[in-house]
């Protein structure tokens, strides 16, 4: 089940990534999702 979750954590980033961008003015943000928390990674 673990591998499951890893790989459409992958795939999900994947999709967003290339989507979203940053500058130096304004990087991008990167965000962690778990149950309980939103991780901002900065």
Not at 7 to 28: A, Q, V
């Amino acid at each position: 089940m673990k591998n499951t979750k890893v790989l459409s954590r992958i795939r999900r980033k994947k999709g967003i990534r290339k989507r979203i961008f940053g500058t130096s003015e304004k990087p991008r943000l990167t965000v962690f999702r778990s149950a309980k928390n939103i991780i901002n990674g900065r």
